[in-house]
T-cell receptor
Framework: EPEVTQTPSHQVTQMGQEVILRCVPISNHLYFYWYRQILGQKVEFLVSFYNNEISEKSEIFDDQFSVERPDGSNFTLKIRSTKLEDSAMYFC??????????FGPGTRLTVL | AQTVTQSQPEMSVQEAETVTLSCTYDTSENNYYLFWYKQPPSRQMILVIRQEAYKQQNATENRFSVNFQKAAKSFSLKISDSQLGDTAMYFCAFMKHRPGGGADGLTFGKGTHLIIQP
């Protein structure tokens, strides 16, 4: 069964450093997403991407964040200058119109 | 803006029992989707069941079924014959329907921690 994959599974970085989280969505899906979950809290929507551009973004997704689909398979989330409060699980998801979103296993980001 | 409320932070039942997790939501949209996701200790988010608001028939997936009450804005999840592997966080989620394409994000509730006791 096709699945969303994410790398790395765990990323540790120093405050102020740039990080790139990588995702490979399910190959025939058209919509891609990033969500985050701070430990013990609910999952929060960050951004959606469709037709090679951002479709929707939340208030969390400020200028420190960017997304890119550099080729036909990868979908990345970049955080330019990490802050302590960026520590969270980051989930990539993909879907087709009207269907449920399929989530990847997540990347645990730890900012020291 | 949409809100999703799960009023049960934690529930515990015996194996083989039936359990119902509650979810209410608030929206001014008429056309939307509702979902239940399961998050086991591995923290993977797993889609359990999906409901389209325009469909009156309640969705069912094996042991999982929903009670969708559109007028009451209620979307509860029933797990029959519960198993130890059902132990997880369960999140209710809402998504607007966007005609013509585009990708809307999910709005999640805070989750219910379900514990199945042997």
């Amino acid at each position: 069964e096709p699945e969303v994959t994410q790398t790395p599974s765990h990323q540790v970085t120093q405050m102020g450093q740039e990080v790139i989280l990588r995702c490979v969505p399910i190959s025939n899906h058209l919509y891609f997403y990033w969500y985050r979950q701070i430990l013990g809290q609910k999952v929060e929507f960050l951004v959606s991407f469709y037709n090679n551009e951002i479709s929707e973004k939340s208030e969390i997704f400020d200028d420190q964040f960017s997304v890119e689909r550099p080729d036909g398979s990868n979908f990345t989330l970049k955080i330019r200058s990490t802050k302590l409060e960026d520590s969270a699980m980051y989930f990539c998801a993909s879907s087709n119109p009207g269907l449920g979103k399929f989530f990847g296993p997540g990347t645990r980001l730890t900012v020291l | 803006a949409q809100t999703v409320t799960q009023s049960q932070p934690e529930m515990s039942v015996q194996e083989a029992e039936t359990v119902t997790l509650s979810c209410t939501y608030d929206t001014s949209e008429n056309n939307y989707y509702l979902f239940w996701y399961k998050q086991p200790p591995s923290r993977q988010m797993i889609l359990v069941i999906r409901q389209e608001a325009y469909k009156q028939q309640n969705a069912t997936e094996n042991r999982f079924s929903v009670n969708f009450q559109k007028a009451a804005k209620s979307f509860s999840l029933k797990i029959s014959d519960s198993q130890l592997g059902d132990t997880a966080m369960y999140f209710c989620a809402f998504m607007k329907h966007r005609p013509g394409g585009g990708a809307d994000g999910l709005t999640f509730g805070k989750g219910t921690h379900l514990i199945i006791q042997p």
